[in-house]
């Protein structure tokens, strides 16, 4: 299904370098692929994704030139962080330790809690030292250095399985931009 907005704003972003593309070479290479809008149509939407920060734009005269804009990446930790906010406030803690949890299959350690955000307390039950010990090994093959003193976490039960499930997929919705294919309903009957 073709979302106009969406999708061409995808393929002008996979047009540009890091050196970046004039208005003109981007006309030409849309025309290509079917998208005849013209010029003063094609500047009006580049300047919009420039004042949305989506694109950086550059005046190397006699031609403006556009680059898209390199911002920080938001890593597993942050995504599960704002989900958890977003559907759980209240549990916000014992849901992102539940989540990170299942999709790790271990421990969580205190550090990957800071990370996304969970500074407060340590929800859950602290894991048993065999566990811990497993795990830190496993982080340290990876890559990631962990304190002998760092504390890891697991949840203390099964009764987030369903909003896990439910922030798994709004990830997924939201990182591939498809929320517009989402049908949205609305309840037509009173339940009893």
Same mark, same amino acid.
């Given at each position: 299904?073709?979302?106009?907005?969406?999708?061409?704003?995808?393929?002008?972003?996979?047009?540009?370098?890091?050196?970046?593309?004039?208005?003109?070479?981007?006309?030409?290479?849309?025309?290509?692929?079917?998208?005849?809008?013209?010029?003063?149509?094609?500047?009006? %939407? *580049? $300047?919009?994704?420039?004042?949305?920060?989506? @694109?950086?734009?550059?005046?190397? =005269?006699?031609?403006?030139? &556009? !680059?898209?804009?390199?911002?920080?990446?938001?890593?597993? %930790? *942050? $995504?599960?962080?704002?989900?958890?906010?977003? @559907?759980?406030?209240?549990?916000? =803690?014992?849901?992102?330790? &539940? !989540?990170?949890?299942?999709?790790?299959?271990?421990?969580?350690?205190?550090?990957?809690?800071?990370?996304?955000?969970?500074?407060?307390?340590?929800?859950?039950?602290?894991?048993?030292?065999?566990?811990?010990?497993?795990?830190?090994?496993?982080?340290?093959?990876?890559?990631?250095?962990?304190?002998?003193?760092?504390?890891?976490?697991?949840?203390?039960?099964?009764?987030?399985?369903?909003?896990?499930?439910?922030?798994?997929?709004?990830?997924?919705?939201?990182?591939?931009?498809?929320?517009?294919?989402?049908?949205?309903?609305?309840?037509?009957?009173?339940?009893?």
């Amino acid at each position: 299904m073709f979302h106009p907005d969406r999708d061409l704003k995808q393929i002008i972003i996979s047009m540009l370098s890091d050196d970046g593309r004039s208005i003109s070479y981007l006309s030409r290479e849309l025309k290509k692929q079917g998208f005849d809008m013209h010029r003063l149509t094609l500047t009006g %939407y *580049l $300047r919009a994704l420039s004042d949305m920060n989506v @694109l950086k734009e550059k005046d190397v =005269p006699p031609a403006k030139i &556009y !680059t898209p804009v390199k911002g920080k990446e938001r890593d597993i %930790y *942050l $995504r599960i962080a704002e989900q958890s906010k977003i @559907l759980a406030l209240d549990k916000y =803690p014992d849901l992102t330790l &539940y !989540t990170l949890y299942r999709l790790f299959k271990r421990p969580i350690f205190k550090e990957e809690l800071e990370r996304a955000g969970v500074f407060e307390f340590s929800p859950g039950v602290q894991a048993k030292e065999d566990e811990i010990a497993e795990a830190r090994r496993f982080m340290q093959k990876t890559g990631f250095k962990i304190p002998t003193s760092s504390k890891a976490y697991v949840p203390a039960s099964e009764e987030l399985e369903s909003v896990f499930q439910n922030l798994l997929v709004q990830i997924l919705i939201n990182d591939s931009e498809c929320s517009y294919l989402v049908k949205e309903t609305k309840q037509a009957k009173l339940d009893l």
